[in-house]
Structure formats: structure tokens, C-alpha cells
Nanobody, 119 residues
């Protein structure tokens, strides 16, 4: 499975961005999918996750109410809608996939897309 994240860029605080993650190589419709981020000088952290059906979503407290994860299994795509962006959201965002939602470890990672929020 290859994952390609896109949609990052420079945005002012309070603005919005939508990240996309395109999966290829095989369908990820049965995979759990997630978004993570890594800010400069910090460790990678969990942002959001979604079950294979899309029926269950999970968020880090820092983004709850501002970010929305979604997926389109027909297109093999996962999205992260980000609103009310803050300077502390600045980071490289990675999408990831795991073969089973029961797994704690993600098996596949994309290359990341940079989000810069100016204050």
C-alpha cells in the first residue's frame, strides 16, 4: 500500500484546509486509517483516526471540534478537514493505514504534507 498525502500549504490563523490521502497498490476499504502530525522539534503525535466503515472516528483533544476525518472507500481516499486553524497546528501531516482496526500500530505511512499556520 502506498499513501500520498496532499493539500498542505500556508494559511492564516482561523483559516481552513483540507488534506487528502490517496491510497494505491490495493484497496484500503477494510483498513483503519489515521492522520498524524509532527511539528518542528517535537515527536509525531496522533491527530485523528477513522474505522473502515467510517462509522467511528477518534480525535486528539487538541483538534476535537475543529478537525473532521472522513473517507471515501470507493475512491480509496481519506480526508482531514481542518478549520479554525491555530499556529500550533503547524506541522507535517502524515496519513497512515493499518490492516486491522484491532492493531495499535499502523502498517503503512505516507510521505507527509506541510501545513503552516501564520499567526
Amino acid at each position: 500500500v502506498q499513501l500520498q498525502a496532499s493539500g498542505g500549504g500556508l494559511v492564516q490563523a482561523g483559516g481552513s484546509l483540507r488534506l487528502s490521502c490517496a491510497a494505491s497498490g490495493r484497496t484500503v476499504s477494510s483498513y483503519g486509517m489515521g492522520w498524524f502530525r509532527q511539528a518542528p522539534g517535537k515527536e509525531r503525535e496522533f491527530v485523528a483516526a477513522i474505522s473502515w466503515t467510517g462509522g467511528n472516528t477518534y480525535y486528539a483533544d487538541s483538534v476535537k471540534g475543529r478537525f473532521t476525518i472522513s473517507r471515501d472507500n470507493a475512491k480509496n481516499m481519506v480526508y482531514l478537514q481542518m478549520k479554525s486553524l491555530k499556529a500550533e497546528d503547524t506541522a507535517v501531516y502524515y496519513c497512515a493505514a493499518k490492516r486491522s482496526e484491532l492493531r495499535r500500530v499502523y502498517d503503512y505511512w505516507g510521505q507527509g504534507t506541510l501545513v503552516t499556520v501564520s499567526s
